[in-house]
């Protein structure tokens, strides 16, 4: 069975930096593209930044771009997202999942293997 997991999570002040992991298990992560995503209550999952398997090339919504750097460690077998500048919009539940890496694509209904989500904080 195919699970994904977050970790990283956490509260942090406005401007602070986080590093979230995405680690697989019965899944080769190196394989496939993941994107990450975040979902506040009542609003739908929103892409956020997925990076590709072949060439390791990246995309991210406009509003964390220069500020969010997603990569990929083929040995771990794990994705990271990695948060600088945080703000509290950027408060939310974070997920990781597997589906296609485009502008067009990164959306929640191209994905699958979702995990259960870690939880960003981010006080003003």
């Known amino acids: 069975q195919v699970q994904l997991e977050e970790s990283g999570g956490g509260l942090v002040q406005s401007g602070g930096s986080l590093r979230l992991s995405c680690a697989a298990s019965?899944?080769?992560?190196?394989?496939?593209?993941i994107g990450w995503f975040r979902q506040v209550p009542g609003k739908e999952r929103e892409g956020v930044s997925c990076?590709?398997?072949?060439?390791?090339?990246?995309v991210y919504v406009d509003s964390v771009k220069g500020r969010f750097t997603i990569s990929r460690d083929n040995d771990k077998n794990a994705v990271y997202l990695q948060m600088n500048n945080l703000k509290p919009e950027d408060t939310g539940v974070y997920y990781c999942?597997?589906?296609?890496?485009?502008?067009?694509?990164?959306?929640?209904?191209?994905?699958?293997?979702w995990g259960q989500g870690t939880q960003v904080t981010v006080s003003s």
């Open positions: 990076i590709n398997s072949y060439d390791h090339s990246t």
């Open positions: 999942a597997s589906g296609p890496c485009s502008r067009f694509t990164l959306g929640e209904r191209y994905y699958n293997n």
């Open positions: 019965g899944l080769d992560l190196h394989r496939y593209p």
